[in-house]
């Protein structure tokens, strides 16, 4: 129900361009939690900002589009398009940034912070209604209702982000994303807020959509996963097969560097830096890094290749293998 | 809890500051090579027939003792300070003798007090909304003229516009009064008129180049916090333009301010002092300058001890509001 | 300098610009001509401007433009020696009060808080009156300087106080760098940088507090700057009698330096800005 077809965007700065995304096409669907996962500065964090319509120059999108589709009061499909889509925050699709430390206003108190997110939907909203619904909705998510009262900086880290949470699902939007939820947080705050989150979806049964690098956040909880890598996505499929049958190398070496209880090999890290956006070599971006790369790899960007229904991977190495993917057919659902 | 810690640490430092700054006027003129009695004496004896030595000595003598000159250092020190921050009794005017200083300073007062609290208040407000309103948009050509004007007013000394409203509005073009003379009787409608008009152009000279000094540093202010990732969320949370830059960005962007307002206040009575002078503003400013034309040592020493009180208590007042809008200091 | 042009902005131009025809007409002009231009009856009083004078003379028999070139010189030269001592000093203690904290900074905070909270004027004007018409030049710095430290000192403490919570301070600490190297190596770079932009205020703060005094007669009058310039067209009511160009010369003056100055000031943090590459 968020579709993004062949999205490309840049950054412009002084007087060159950085190309940050480029040809991205993917799908989440309905009830299920979507992960993107990628090193620093791949490209996800603006990726989740693209599917949230939150474009402002310098930053643009020069091709593809964005759709937003979600069931309406009546049962009738509403569809949005970018541009559109920003009308629509907070109702249908709502937004969990990076480092909830410093997202809240610190001068107000958290219930006002609430407030003001519905006053603009419906103004004739009963306070008193409004205040004993959203505490009730706290107290699932186990936060004392003295929370509406605080102000940001009596809280700690992990309260703030699980009202960061709550602040977004309160409304139960279709479609949330949250921009890594879980870094800066200690392990056993971690698994509450992922616990959390994963509660909150099976409640609602919404999508979430969660930006990470730590891998083991997304085999956790995510039901499918996209690799960034340089600003494309090199690999799509459900996570268990993500992480048992990896088909991009870039994958490969992601899932091969993770520690796992008994495994006593030794384990490599990636060597080498991702290649410059501002002028992307013109085959496969990953070329520079991969063990298997040939002549090919470096002159050509790769197609898409199903590897199953659901899984699909970007790179010269399955050519023959498996079934191309046209670009102008369509993306795969479930 | 938190703000008792403030309110303490505050009390005493202004109790200090005051402390610091009265020793100050005491020390100076005895500190100066000049000898108050001896200038005295010489006026006297400039406007009068010559005196006998007798005379001048007994003369001396009384004035030494007026003036608080008498007795070892640490004696007119106490003695000083009593008088000058418990019971403020500084003596009779020399040149208005023998009308006392307190009830000079007393009528004086009000006209400064009046017109610099309403020319920061206005200027503040005004400033900091035009700031705020700049840097919030500050792509916006209206804010880019209005940061290069407030460039142009901001650093400028007082006078400059107190004489160049002068030449304007009192000679080129008559339309306000070269020196304040108020009639009427006092809270008359009459009175009020003509208050206001003897009080614009030199209100106006120091609200001008206060504005600029508001708009420019809110602009700075507001452009910064603009970066911040609270209103960048407020954003992303589908807020209006609107309710951002009202319930976000200004209580926040005004903490800052409300600081630099506090440290202000020393700056802006000087401002007033120097209109006064040039307008003939019957407040304490012209109270300081014709004490110091005159000689009048008693009331020198007053005028100057009473701004240093009344400024000091205006930060202070300022200064103990602010915790009141940030819950940060207010609450642990 | 291709680069410069890239990245200065209008404000920074006009800003040199006119600080350039300033200086000229403060330093370079006078070489030629108009050192005694303070005397008094040099020249018949109040003619008209032309030729010979551009803007005629004033009352005491003084030519107009070259007393305004040489007002715009002392005025300059008092400010650049006032701002100069004062930013040492308050570099100095602010630095010490943010890096020692403690007693020390108690201390130095509580002197500085007294000199920003309590007017100045007044005081000047005390000392000023005590000083009686001896106010040599020399007294005059002297005084200006006392009350133009305590800014700067306030500024660079709180610089101190945030430095000193950086990482790359700890981790020079940890590295084991002796307290001096580190101030030397670390902490300097920041404050000169800001001291640069300080200096520029301090002048004007100082020029501010001298022709303030100036104008209401309290500095010393047989000195030509640009406030004493104006006292005397006070004194003989040079607006009452539509000398608009004896009193009106030196205030368009003083407007000018201290656009230029300020100008010139924020044009170069812009400047600074962009070229870190903060797009504006």
Not at chain 1, 12 to 19: G, S
Request: glycine share 6%; net charge positive.
């Amino acid at each position: 129900m968020l579709k993004l077809s062949n999205v490309s965007a840049r950054y412009n700065v002084f007087d060159y361009y950085v190309n940050v995304i480029n040809n991205v096409s993917f799908t989440v669907n309905e009830n299920e939690i979507f992960g993107i996962a990628g090193e620093s500065g791949c490209g996800k964090s603006t990726l989740l900002k693209v599917m949230y319509d939150f474009i402002e120059y310098p930053f643009e999108i020069t091709s593809g589009s964005v759709e937003l589709e979600s069931a309406g009061a009546n049962g009738e499909i509403n569809k949005y398009k970018n541009g559109e889509i920003r009308n629509r925050r907070w109702r249908e699709i709502s937004y969990v940034p990076q480092g909830a430390m410093h997202v809240l206003n610190p001068v107000t108190k958290i219930g006002a912070q609430f407030y003001d997110t519905v006053s603009r939907h419906n103004k004739s909203v009963n306070k008193k209604e409004l205040n004993d619904r959203i505490v009730a909705y706290l107290k699932e998510l186990e936060l004392p209702p003295e929370v509406m009262k605080s102000y940001p900086h009596q809280l700690s880290g992990g309260m703030k982000q699980r009202v960061m949470i709550a602040l977004a699902t309160f409304q139960n939007p279709a479609l949330m994303l949250a921009d890594e939820p879980t870094t800066a947080l200690d392990v056993v705050v971690q698994r509450g807020i992922l616990g959390m989150l994963s509660r909150v979806q099976k409640r609602i049964n919404n999508s979430i959509v969660i930006v990470s690098h730590d891998l083991g956040v997304h085999y956790q909880i995510t039901d499918r996963m996209g690799i960034m890598y340089a600003g494309e996505m090199v690999e799509i499929g459900p996570t268990d097969e993500l992480f048992t049958n990896p088909r991009h190398p870039y994958t490969k070496m992601l899932i091969n560097a993770l520690p796992r209880i008994g495994d006593i090999s030794q384990k490599e890290g990636i060597s080498g830096t991702p290649p410059s956006l501002r002028s992307p070599p013109p085959g496969c971006r990953f070329a520079s890094r991969c063990m298997y790369a040939s002549e090919l790899c470096k002159k050509l960007p790769p197609c898409k290749y199903y590897i199953s229904g659901t899984h699909q991977a970007s790179c010269h190495l399955l050519k023959g293998l498996y079934p191309k993917l046209q670009p102008e057919e369509a993306i795969p659902r479930d | 809890m938190k703000f008792l810690t403030y309110f303490l640490s505050r009390t005493l430092t202004f109790i200090l500051i005051i402390f610091i700054g009265v020793t100050l006027v005491f020390f100076l003129p005895r500190l100066m090579p000049t000898d108050p009695v001896e200038i005295m004496l010489n006026n006297i004896q400039a406007n009068s027939s010559t005196m006998d030595a007798d005379s001048v000595a007994q003369m001396r003598e009384v004035l030494t003792q007026n003036f608080g000159l008498g007795g070892n250092l640490w004696d007119q020190y106490t003695a000083f300070m009593r008088r000058a921050v418990l019971t403020q009794d500084f003596g009779p005017s020399l040149s208005m003798y023998p009308t006392l200083v307190t009830e000079l300073i007393g009528k004086a007062l009000p006209w400064t007090m009046g017109l610099m609290l309403t020319s920061t208040i206005i200027a503040w407000v005004i400033g900091n909304i035009i700031g705020l309103l700049a840097g919030f948009r500050k792509n916006k050509l209206l804010s880019k003229i209005l940061e290069s004007a407030s460039i142009v007013l901001y650093p400028l000394p007082y006078y400059v516009f107190a004489l160049t409203l002068i030449m304007l509005f009192a000679y080129i073009i008559p339309i306000f009064p070269l020196a304040t003379n108020v009639m009427g009787m006092p809270w008359s409608w009459e009175y009020i008129k003509n208050l206001l008009y003897n009080s614009f152009l030199p209100a106006l000279s120091l609200i001008l180049i206060d504005t600029g000094w508001w708009v420019l540093s809110m602009k700075t202010i507001s452009s910064d916090i603009t970066e911040e990732d609270y209103i960048i969320f407020a954003k992303l949370k589908g807020l209006s333009k609107n309710k951002i830059m009202w319930n976000y960005l200004a209580p926040n962007a005004m903490l800052p301010q409300v600081t630099a307002l506090a440290l202000r206040i020393g700056t802006v009575f000087s401002g007033a002092m120097i209109v006064e002078i040039l307008f003939s503003y019957p407040g304490i400013g012209m109270l300081i300058y014709n004490s110091v034309l005159q000689s009048d040592y008693n009331m020198i020493v007053g005028t100057i001890t009473i701004s240093i009180l009344a400024v000091s208590i205006t930060t202070y007042v300022i200064d103990l509001a602010y915790p009141l809008l940030d819950p940060r200091i207010r609450l642990r | 300098m291709k680069s410069f042009l890239k990245y200065s902005n209008l404000q920074l131009k006009i800003g040199l610009i006119l600080l350039i025809i300033i200086f000229t007409i403060g330093f370079i002009f006078p070489l030629f001509r108009g050192s005694h231009a303070d005397e008094w009856n040099t020249y018949p009083k109040y003619l008209k401007p032309g030729i010979e004078h551009i803007f005629g003379t004033n009352a005491l028999g003084q030519d107009i433009f070259w007393l305004l070139a040489k007002s715009i010189r002392s005025s300059l030269i008092i400010g650049l020696i006032v701002a100069f001592f004062a930013t040492i000093i308050g570099v100095f203690l602010g630095m010490l009060a943010g890096l020692q904290g403690g007693y020390v900074d108690r201390i130095i905070s509580l002197v500085m808080d007294t000199f920003i909270v309590v007017p100045s004027l007044p005081i000047l004007i005390l000392i000023a009156s005590l000083l009686k018409g001896q106010t040599s030049v020399l007294a005059m710095a002297a005084v200006l300087i006392l009350f133009s430290w305590s800014w700067p000192a306030r500024q660079v403490r709180s610089m101190a106080l945030s430095l000193r919570e950086r990482d790359f301070i700890d981790t020079a600490c940890f590295s084991g760098e002796s307290k001096l190297k580190i101030l030397i190596k670390e902490f300097l770079p920041f404050i000169l940088s800001w001291s640069a932009a300080n200096f520029i205020n301090t002048i004007l703060s100082a020029i501010r507090m001298e022709s303030t005094l100036a104008v209401i007669g309290m500095s010393n009058n047989s000195l030509a700057t640009l406030g004493t310039m104006i006292y005397w067209a006070l004194q003989y009511q040079a607006m009452l009698q539509g000398k608009w160009l004896w009193i009106g010369v030196p205030v368009i003056a003083t407007i000018v330096i201290f656009g230029a100055l300020f100008m010139t000031l924020s044009g170069a943090q812009k400047y600074n800005a962009t070229k870190r590459g903060q797009l504006a």
